[in-house]
């Protein structure tokens, strides 16, 4: 059977863990338990190299969000959520500087477009410093795919951030998790970069500070899970295999209810990098600003 396939640092620690034992310490790795916003988050940070063998990620901090509320609409779910995102984000960002924001993916597929349709609530400022004196210069970038454009990914964020010199690059996109109760429940934020499409084996030119040559964050979201790992888990206990089927090319799953959710997480996400940029403003100032 392939390996089970993850984006998510916290899914890769609990897989390690399940092949492990439960109380077998993980090296090189650290992890707690947190909240923001009434939210619950997840902290992995990956410390040297043996961390980084164990769970197949390069060393840095991973923060995981958990918004399920913000699907039960709990009080002011929105609200509390953008700020989480916008809280877990900013200790990641220089203190000053251009930033350059990059939303990956494919917009004609949806469970890819999240990073695309996200530049739709990214408040874009470098044209308006003049006008808009004490905002932190932001750009925007619509990465299309190497499938339609015929460049990587990278080297069109390597080429813009060349001429736009920015202190760090924030790119955002759809991600793979390895359990159906992760899609569109979970937001992950790192500082390690990433490389696009790992989640779904299609791996890309990496965009981390090593190939840009500075700080690098991502912020994403699963919006499918691998066919195999779902045939895996159902089948776990029973000696069964996987139809033949799913054994061949790879199958993902995506929610029903796809559409709608990326166009609520890309606003959510879009808000949220947008308070982190631009610590003054409060979320009604973007309504304003972006409606």
């Known amino acids: 059977m392939p390996a089970i396939r993850t984006d998510l640092a916290m899914e890769a620690r609990d897989l390690w863990r399940e092949s492990a034992g439960e109380n077998t310490r993980l090296p090189g790795v650290r992890a707690r338990d947190e909240e923001a916003e009434g939210f619950p988050v997840t902290r992995v940070e990956i410390l040297d190299p043996e961390g980084e063998k164990a769970l197949g990620k390069p060393r840095g901090v991973y923060l995981t969000l958990d918004i399920s509320g913000f699907w039960r609409r709990e009080e002011d779910a929105f609200v509390r959520a953008a700020r989480a995102v ?43 410093l003049k006008v808009l004196p004490g905002m932190r210069s932001v750009a925007g970038l619509g990465a299309g795919v190497l499938g339609t454009t015929g460049l990587e990914v990278a080297e069109w964020v390597r080429g813009v951030s060349e001429h736009v010199r920015p202190a760090a690059v924030i790119v955002v996109d759809a991600l793979a998790a390895r359990g159906l109760e992760r899609l569109c429940t979970t937001v992950q934020i790192a ?47 029973s000696g069964g295999e996987p139809p033949a089927a799913l054994k061949g090319d790879s199958f993902f799953v995506t929610p029903d209810s796809i559409d709608a959710k990326i166009r609520e997480l890309a606003k959510l996400i879009g808000y949220g990098v947008d308070l982190a940029l631009q610590e003054g403003l409060a979320l009604e100032d973007l309504e304003a600003l972006l409606a």
Not at 94 to 116: F, H, I, S
Not at 203 to 214: D, Q, S, W
């Open 86 to 128: 916008s809280g877990l984000l900013s200790p990641l960002l220089p203190e000053e500087g251009a930033v350059l924001v990059a939303g990956l993916g494919n917009p004609a597929m949806t469970p890819d477009a999240l990073g695309p349709r996200m530049l739709d609530h990214l408040l874009v400022t470098r044209h308006l």
């Open 191 to 237: 500082d390690t970069g990433l490389v696009p499409g790992s989640g779904v084996g299609n791996h890309r030119m990496a965009l981390n500070r090593e190939t840009l040559g500075i700080p690098v964050i991502s912020v994403g979201v699963p919006t499918v899970v691998d066919a195999r790992t779902i045939a895996r888990d159902l089948l776990a206990g």
